[in-house]
């Protein structure tokens, strides 16, 4: 298995510009997690996806950010309009089994993002 | 106020040696409590889940414990090696007992480092 994808792994873009991050989840997997991770605040869950539906955002942290899934194999984090404070690296990362508890979770490789 | 606490921040030991890394929460209720090992510019892997009934989980040189009374886990590394350096992350997750919808609270983080 390829494990779970994302693209781009670096983004370097300027601030106001829409920024979109891309993941495949491992196939068969039930459950989606979008992380953020930066040196000030560790890493951050924002939001998961059970079978494709939003389940709980309140990581989110603000309404520039937007999270999809339109079907098992994708899902997409945009932020619109981006600002330097968003300057992170973030992780998805799929699960078989649904849900938060007693779930082993497979990160993907991450993607560096860099507001200027 | 929910909260995970580890010690050290830091660790610096000679390779071969054993480590120990500490884990306090305050998490309630209390669901499950997992520990990832993290590589300079990847995603986090996951190590062991424990719920509230298991004392010890072992994978391979390392070796989780929990205690769910005083809210102390630790993670112990036997025969260090260079590869070990890494950042480990302890993670609790807070739900219902049966629930596996909850809220995941996160360490900051021991960056281990091993010495040749």
């Known amino acids: 298995d390829a494990g779970v994808i994302q693209s781009p792994r670096h983004e370097v873009t300027e601030m106001g510009q829409e920024v979109t991050l891309r993941c495949k989840p491992i196939s068969g997997h039930n459950s989606l997690f979008w992380y953020r991770q930066t040196m000030m605040r560790g890493l951050e869950l924002l939001i998961y996806f059970n079978n494709n539906v939003p389940i709980d955002d309140s990581g989110m942290p603000e309404d520039r950010f937007s999270a999809k899934m339109p079907n098992a194999s994708f899902s997409t984090l945009k932020i619109q309009p981006s600002e330097p404070r968003d300057s992170a690296v973030y992780f998805c990362a799929s699960s078989l089994e649904l849900g938060l508890a007693g779930n082993t979770q497979y990160f993907g490789p991450g993607t560096r993002l860099t507001v200027l | 106020k929910n909260q995970v606490e580890q010690s050290p921040q830091s660790l610096i030991i000679l390779e071969g040696k054993n480590c120990t890394l500490q884990c306090n929460y305050t998490v309630s209720p209390f669901s499950n409590l997992r520990w990832y090992k993290q590589d300079t510019g990847r995603g986090p892997v996951s190590l062991t889940i424990?719920?509230?009934?298991?004392n010890t989980k072992s994978n391979g040189r390392y070796t989780a414990t929990l205690d769910a009374d005083t809210k102390q886990s630790s993670l112990h590394i036997t025969a260090s090696q260079l590869s070990d350096s890494a950042s480990y992350i302890c993670?609790?997750?807070?739900?219902?007992?049966?629930?596996?919808?909850?809220?995941?609270?996160f360490g900051r983080g021991t960056q281990l480092t091993v010495w040749p």
């Open positions: 424990m719920t509230f009934s298991e």
């Open positions: 993670v609790v997750t807070q739900a219902p007992r049966g629930s596996t919808l909850g809220r995941l609270y």
